[in-house]
């Protein structure tokens, strides 16, 4: 699958889009929630001791990239897109790849 594929379904199950407002709100706090799942269950792993279950964890970064790519639908871009803007601004931040002092010394 690709991300087209991907946003199309996040269209099937997002159900009706509300205002712009409503999109926004829903996108940022499901992210949000569901990147504190992310968080929650790493520190589980962590730091009491639970097993890691790569599956588990893959299923709730799904669940941010769910959200990522509604809130994406609702300003009218789509998973794509919003990833080469990503990689364009990374390119022109990193061009050698990552360096600390680039990091420490950001323009």
């Known amino acids: 699958m690709d991300f087209k594929e991907y946003q199309e379904e996040i ?11 409503e999109c926004l709100t829903l996108g940022a706090m499901g992210i949000s929630g569901e990147a504190g799942e992310v968080t ?3 520190k589980k792993v962590i730091y009491h001791s639970h097993e890691l279950s790569k ?16 809130l994406t639908e609702s300003i009218g871009y789509n998973l794509e897109e919003i ?9 022109k931040r990193y061009p050698n790849g990552f360096e600390e002092e680039r990091s420490i010394n950001r323009e």
């Open 11 to 21: 269209k099937r199950t997002a159900g009706d889009m509300k205002e712009l407002k």
């Open 40 to 42: 929650d269950y790493i």
């Open 55 to 70: 599956e588990k964890l893959a299923e709730e970064l799904g669940d941010v990239l769910w959200y990522i790519g509604y």
């Open 83 to 91: 990833a080469e803007l990503n990689k364009s601004k990374l390119r």
